[in-house]
């Protein structure tokens, strides 16, 4: 487990908590739109944190935050458990942001009441996700993680809406596919906009213009009645 990134208080990664963010390095898709190229393709050790480094941190500041946000990357690739349990000792509430191909871990971690909220990148429909995240996938595993994650109380589905890559029609087939895993409508689904930015994985993609809220908007006219909350983050 390399932790390349920690940022210290944020009000934003954990809905109604304040927290601290740890960016773990690693991550099996290669999404092109991806803003942290760093922590996907450029495995630089220097800059790492120490894990006894952040657990003192975290004991010193158990009066001030009250959760622990872990990304990526793919954080579920390399997060050890024993590390979670000792944040957990310390009383925090942990927060971890997948992209939902590695159920057998996150199950586990469920199970052990080690996570208290996941909030689960669904990056395209069904048909589409090797196009989009550019890697060999087992879809049954992602699909697996979707049926996991409403066992908690706190979580939430999200997409980054890349327009030329995202439709709505696609984000409507995406809806109906939730809710045929979920059995329900899901508590939550965010619509995140794309932001065009120098540093991607793809180059080609800062030719592609930032995301409108306009088109949120529409997207989320079109699939509310299928989450119980939708949301847009721009």
């Known amino acids: ?58 004991k010193r500041r158990k009066a001030q935050l009250e959760g622990v946000c872990f990304t990526g990357g793919e954080p579920l690739m390399t997060l050890e458990k024993n590390f979670l349990k000792k944040i957990k000792e310390l009383g925090y509430k942990i927060k971890i942001d997948t992209n939902g191909s590695f159920p057998e871990k996150l199950e586990e971690f469920i199970n052990e009441k080690l996570i208290d909220f996941v909030s689960m990148d669904i990056k395209t429909k069904r048909e589409k996700y090797p196009e989009i995240v550019r890697a060999n996938i087992e879809i049954e595993k992602i699909e697996k993680s979707i049926k996991l994650i409403p066992s908690l109380q706190d979580y939430e589905f999200r ?45 080609e993609f800062r030719k592609i213009k930032s995301t409108k809220e306009e088109y949120l908007k529409e997207i989320r006219e079109k699939i509310k009645d299928y989450f119980e909350k939708t949301e847009i983050r721009v």
């Open 1 to 58: 487990m390399q932790i390349k990134g920690f940022q210290k208080f944020t009000l934003i990664d954990y809905p109604g908590k304040i927290a601290c963010t740890i960016f773990l390095y690693g991550c099996n898709f290669r999404c092109g739109f991806c803003h942290n190229p760093e922590l996907v393709i450029e495995n630089d050790k220097t800059g790492s944190f120490d894990k006894e480094e952040i657990l003192n941190f975290l």
């Open 159 to 203: 997409t980054t809406i890349v327009t030329p890559l995202h439709p709505i029609e696609d984000i409507i087939e995406l809806a109906k596919w939730l809710n045929n895993l979920v059995g329900k409508k899901p508590k939550k689904y965010v619509l995140q906009g794309f932001k065009r930015a120098e540093k991607l994985i793809d180059p």
